[in-house]
């Protein structure tokens, strides 16, 4: 059974950094596509950025050149570095292993339980 666990959210001031890490089990993610998503209150779940087995990744405009998605195969784990945070970044953020490739921005898999996210002005 796959499993992932989010940390590393918290509250942070405009402009601060935050890492958020994602550790699987039951699933080796060296071969696998892994994602973040975040879902803002009153809002639908959005796909934030990807990054595939080759490490070829996919940043979402709203967040490109602040927002960087890395992987360490050994350890199993995602992180997504989070620079330059804004009030509209606040959400809960959600890490995603998609079924294939082709649907990393399209919400399918095994997701974690979130982890919260919020940005003071």
């Known amino acids: 059974q796959v499993q992932l666990v989010e940390s590393g959210g918290g509250l942070v001031q405009a402009g601060g950094s935050l890492r958020l890490s994602c550790v699987v089990s039951g699933s080796d993610i060296s071969a696998r596509a892994m994602a973040w998503y975040r879902q803002a209150p009153g809002k639908q779940r959005e796909f934030v950025a990807g990054i595939m087995p080759g490490y070829t990744r996919i940043t979402q405009d709203p967040v490109k050149g602040r927002f960087t998605i890395s992987r360490d195969n050994a350890k199993n784990t995602v992180y997504l570095q989070m620079n330059s945070l804004k009030p509209e970044d606040t959400a809960v953020y959600y890490c995603?292993?998609?079924?294939?490739?082709?649907?990393?921005?399209?919400?399918?898999?095994?997701w974690g339980q979130g982890t919260q996210v919020t940005v003071s002005s």
């Open positions: 995603n292993q998609p079924l294939n490739i082709g649907t990393i921005t399209k919400g399918s898999g095994f």
